[in-house]
């Protein structure tokens, strides 16, 4: 199969929300205002984990990485759409949405294997706690992270390279405020066949996958929590994994959600109102989600903001 001719000089048009000029400014103000508090939030963890020695573990480690991966991650997507509405353009070139498919595949990645790490450490300091720091030592979180990064970009990578592979005619009006990979699919002339085969069977390799570990780590907990004699201890027990629960069960509801709205209504806008659910609210609260849940964060960022003052 050959790529599209003159792909280069294609264009997408990201519809997004609403076509209505005068909802265009509240929706600018608002998707902002996410943005910016997403940012400054998870650079806030990001900087508690680093400045303060009692954050100094496993648990921090891999919290301060879903920080640094949540910023990446809206910033794959929203920054181009604020701009497309101050320009009142809809317009994203073909170079630019292969682009941004690649780093969006990449950092959903993430999300999804670092918190399946997370639920590890987590399975790890409960159900083996007198084993906890030789078994999470610096190394094994090193490398865990390190596994992360590499299939996350080989996976973004294939689903990059094969997109070039794709013709696209005349219908490239995307129901989105992003270019989704699926949704760019569906606009291509040519056969997609092998494209949506390795999209469906990573889905369920990359995105089961972790999945699957979260759900085995969580049944192991359970099992040591209900074993725990005192109502007290249970509640500590409970309480070191209730944020990263929380964190789990916003991202792959949201993701659920977002699935089963493109089922329903493949090309309406519902799909990327779902979507901000995942892409933009997800991101956004997780910081929120730890600090508040969390007297080691809270003690950490008072400390920041003291010496600062």
Same mark, same amino acid.
Not at 80 to 104: E, W
Not at 179 to 200: G, H, K, M, P, W
């Given at each position: 199969m050959e790529p599209g001719n003159d792909s280069q000089c294609l264009e997408f048009l990201l519809l997004g929300f609403a076509e209505d000029p005068e909802l265009q400014p509240l929706i600018f103000g608002l #998707? !902002?205002?996410?943005? @910016?508090?997403?940012?400054?939030?998870?650079? &806030?963890?990001?900087?508690?984990?680093?400045?303060?020695? $009692?954050?100094?573990?496993?648990?921090?480690?891999?919290?301060?990485?879903?920080?640094?991966?949540?910023?990446?991650?809206?910033?794959?997507?929203?920054?181009?759409?604020?701009?497309?509405?101050?320009?009142?353009?809809?317009?994203?070139?073909?170079?630019?949405?292969?682009?941004?498919?690649?780093?969006?595949?990449?950092?959903?990645?993430?999300?999804?294997?670092?918190?399946?790490?997370?639920?590890?450490?987590?399975?790890?300091?409960?159900?083996?706690?007198?084993?906890?720091?030789?078994?999470?030592?610096?190394?094994?979180?090193?490398?865990?992270?390190l596994v992360s990064w590499v299939?996350? #970009? !080989?996976?973004?990578? @294939?689903?990059?390279?094969?997109?070039?592979? &794709?013709?696209?005619?005349?219908?490239?009006?995307?129901? $989105?405020?992003?270019?989704?990979?699926?949704?760019?699919?569906?606009?291509?002339?040519?056969?997609?066949?092998?494209?949506?085969?390795?999209?469906?069977?990573?889905?369920?390799?990359?995105g089961g996958g972790p999945l699957t570990g979260i759900l085995y780590s969580y049944c192991k907990i359970v099992s040591s929590i209900r074993a725990i004699s005192s109502a007290q201890g249970k509640y500590k027990a409970f309480s070191t994994c209730a944020s990263h629960l929380s964190m789990v069960s916003l991202f792959y509801g949201t993701s659920l959600g977002v699935y089963l709205s493109s089922a329903v209504a493949p090309n309406s806008h519902s799909i990327a109102t779902a979507s901000v659910m995942y892409t933009v609210i997800t991101p956004m609260l997780n910081p929120f989600i730890y600090s508040l849940r969390n007297k080691d964060i809270k003690s950490a960022l008072r400390r920041i903001y003291e010496r600062e003052r």
């Open positions: #998707f !902002l205002s996410m943005y @910016l508090v997403t940012v400054v939030w998870n650079l &806030l963890i990001i900087l508690a984990t680093i400045s303060d020695s $009692h954050l100094h573990t496993p648990m921090y480690f891999f919290l301060s990485n879903l920080s640094f991966v949540d910023i990446c991650f809206t910033s794959t997507t929203i920054p181009k759409m604020l701009v497309n509405i101050q320009t009142q353009s809809k317009a994203i070139t073909y170079a630019g949405c292969i682009t941004q498919i690649h780093f969006f595949v990449l950092f959903v990645g993430l999300d999804d294997f670092l918190l399946a790490v997370m639920a590890y450490d987590r399975y790890v300091a409960i159900c083996l706690p007198l084993h906890y720091m030789v078994i999470m030592n610096c190394r094994l979180c090193g490398l865990l992270v299939v996350s #970009f !080989l996976h973004a990578l @294939l689903q990059s390279l094969m997109m070039l592979w &794709l013709s696209f005619c005349t219908d490239l009006e995307i129901p $989105h405020f992003f270019c989704e990979l699926n949704q760019v699919v569906q606009r291509a002339c040519s056969d997609t066949f092998l494209n949506d085969l390795v999209i469906y069977i990573s889905a369920v390799l990359l």
